[in-house]
């Protein structure tokens, strides 16, 4: 009897590891099919872009600005629009970016908790917005106001953006030397004159910036900046949502330890609660930009569609073309030919889109897990 209880426990405790190894099978199965699908994602636009690199080769297609895909004979140099495409994205990134992640600041420290629960779900609708709406409101709204009122309407914008984030500014940079103070009533006096220093300095900056972008002419109101605007708006909840999480994940007994050992809110913010938040932040201003380099109606209805380089290269007043908008509107033309090099060419395109993508992601991972272990000690 002891026998035959020792032999059934025994092929008992075999079939559990046949079932715990028949999960973890499944369960790698699972996890796997989204990384098999971006594998095969690659491979099938890397098999139609490859033929147009075999025979025109890579230097036309980075060097040159020459786009005419429908001449004879046809020339496909696409340095222009990989420039609009960074210049839109860089533009979107300066807007969303900044004004994300002080947006994601002031809900996690600074609002009340009630306010805070009001004013997150706003910002989240933002993304909830059909691109195409974006559009029709960058085309029909805001292109004519940039082409009659651009100089306005930039010093408007300047005052708007420029102003919080350099009150903000002023305010974090106070908080720091204050702290450096040793005694209390020395502390609030050395935090009221450094920040009305600072005050008049920010004041000063827009007065000039204001003064700068007033007389401004724009002869197209689909132009870079136009694309830019909307696209950071479309970001600016990714970035601020993802950003206000990772602020709260950090948890209130770091801050309450920090306020225990004598740092101002300013002091906390900027050297406890950002750094350990700092991988979270990373990914939401990586997801940002991601989404502003993706987006494909917004550019295509707004940039103004043209495969040239500005005049300076960074002037964001100008027509540019980027890389989804021209994969969107010239498939249709390339798609009957699907051996052509028009047709190849879009899925050139495509490639850089991904593998760019794809180092981008790997350059973060990286430089997120060489700042977790820094925060660990390892």
Known sequence: MNRSSMSMT???????????LAGRLLLLALTSVAAVAVLLIIAYIARDAWPFFQERGWREFFCSTSWYPSREPAEFGAAAIFLGTALVAIGAAVLAVPLGVAAAVCLSDVLPFGLRQ????????L????????GFFALVVLAPVLQSHGGALLAGAWWVVGGPLLV??????AGLVSGKVASPQRQWLWQGGFMVVLLVAAGTVLVVGHQALVGLQVGSGVNALNASLILGIMALPTVVS???????????????????????????VVRVVLPAASSGILAAVLLGIMRA??????????????????????????PVRTLTATIAGDMGEADHVASSMRYSVLFAMGLCLLLFSLAANLISERIVTRERKRLLGG
Do not use: C, F, H
């Open 10 to 20: 025994a092929r008992q405790r075999q079939r559990r590891r046949l079932l715990e």
């Open 118 to 125: 009001v004013v997150k779900p706003i910002v989240e609708v």
């Open 127 to 134: 993304a909830a917005i059909p691109s195409v709406a974006y």
């Open 168 to 173: 903000i500014g002023a305010i974090l940079l």
């Open 242 to 268: 993802v950003s206000e999480d990772a602020l709260q994940a950090v948890g209130r007994e770091l801050r309450e330890g920090s306020y225990a050992m004598g740092a101002t809110r300013a002091e906390t």
């Open 293 to 318: 380099l993706g987006e494909t109606i917004v550019v295509w209805m707004a940039s103004g569609n043209a495969a040239q380089i500005p005049a300076p290269w960074y002037n964001l007043l100008e």
